[in-house]
């Protein structure tokens, strides 16, 4: 079940990759702007009225080592994404480590309840999906707001489906709504910060999520080494050619 | 000769290069801001000099309006100078204004190619978790800091240039100054 998610999902981008049209890499490409625009204030909404609250609200009433305990779990059960992508790129290493990772984590680390790996060195590797599409050529790809979940694109479709997935698969009829809840509450409070900074920085914040989504993902393919050149050279060119 | 040679190399790995001090010297001064008591006019005051000593504000001023930079006066662009300046004063002003045990760490200076050097840096939470900060230099002044793969000057560059497109270089101004109220507001007692 799991692995025909996968391949569904993978098949998907690749599908609409094919389509592409040629243009620079990682660059901000958005060609269905208004569409994208309308889920972003219609996911707006619907967080400023209820997913912001609940994080807000879960982030006051948990304690820090049972917040740290839930995040751990889902990190956890994701793991496994990260494994496998480690492996598809080509980067057995990556991939054992977080394999070794979900094994320590899973056994020593109580069912995931305590990060237990990185206290031994075991670093996560934030490995995705869309990472492995992206070192397999998919390097330009069009943007996606998608309702609740957030930004992506369509290369890193098939993380977000995954990502959203595997609690569930992973936790077969143990999953209900209250670990669901928990789940989405985690995941929002864990990005609190970059929302209310983004809120307090931003004067179009659509544009702003956009732009900073674009370049966590080349950050994230180039495992947090991007060419420095190229970043000099996208900023200065104007000087250059004076 | 040879002991000559030895002072001045040590004397370079001693201070390390010259973006490297800046560097060092402008966290030095968000430290002091972020535990000292002192109201945000204060700490502005102390955070405005470190910046002008810091970064080519207007080399951020010509990359964020992008195109429209080439249709301003010369006292137009001093204008946005100013406005971008004051910005910036009063992010940091309102960001680092809370002491949490935080430190900063260099990691690495490298001169990419002619005067054009990228310092590696890391902010230390006390928790141990690490903000990545990479500042990048052009002719001895930050023009762009590049915060956990995210560039500052980018994210300005892209924003503006929507609120430009649906509003102008005055809904910008005017943006701006909203902005600059809100963080002098925030802090207010």
Known sequence: ?242 | MFRIVLIVLAFEFAIGSEPERVVSEFHDELLSSMKSDAAFVERYMVLDEAVGKAFDVATITRISLGKSWREQSAEERLGFSALLRELIVATYTSRFSNFNDQSFETIEATEVRDGRWVVKTHLVKKDGGIVRLDYYFRDGLIFNVVADGVSDLSLRRADYASIIGSEGLDGLRRSIRGSIEEYRSSDAP
């Open chain 1, 1 to 242: 079940m799991r692995l025909s998610l996968v391949s569904w999902a993978v098949l998907v981008a690749l599908a609409s990759g094919c389509a592409l049209s040629p243009g620079p890499e990682y660059a901000v490409y958005d060609p269905v702007e208004s569409v994208n625009r309308r889920s972003y204030e219609i996911s707006e909404a619907l967080d400023r009225s209820v997913l912001r609250p609940l994080a807000v609200g879960y982030r006051k009433v948990m304690p820090t080592f049972a917040e740290d305990a839930v995040e751990n779990f889902f990190t956890n059960l994701r793991s496994t994404e990260s494994a496998l992508s480690g492996f598809l790129q080509g980067a057995p290493k990556r991939g054992f480590r977080d394999t070794g990772r979900l094994f320590v984590n899973s056994t020593l680390g109580v069912g995931g309840l305590l990060d237990v790996a990185t206290a031994l060195g075991m670093e996560p590797q934030g490995e995705d999906l869309g990472q492995v599409l992206a070192s397999w050529g998919y390097t330009r790809s069009r943007y996606l707001y998608v309702p609740v979940l957030g930004p992506t694109t369509v290369r890193d479709l098939p993380h977000l489906i995954v990502r959203a997935s595997l609690p569930r698969l992973a936790i077969h009829e143990n999953y209900n709504g209250w670990v669901g809840t928990l789940d989405l509450a985690s995941t929002r409070a864990e990005v609190l910060m970059d929302t209310d900074v983004r809120d307090e920085t931003s004067l179009d914040p659509y544009t702003f999520t956009r732009e900073a989504f674009y370049q966590r993902r080349r950050d994230a393919v180039f495992n947090g080494e991007p060419p420095v050149e190229a970043g000099f050279d996208l900023l200065l060119e104007e000087f250059d050619e004076e």
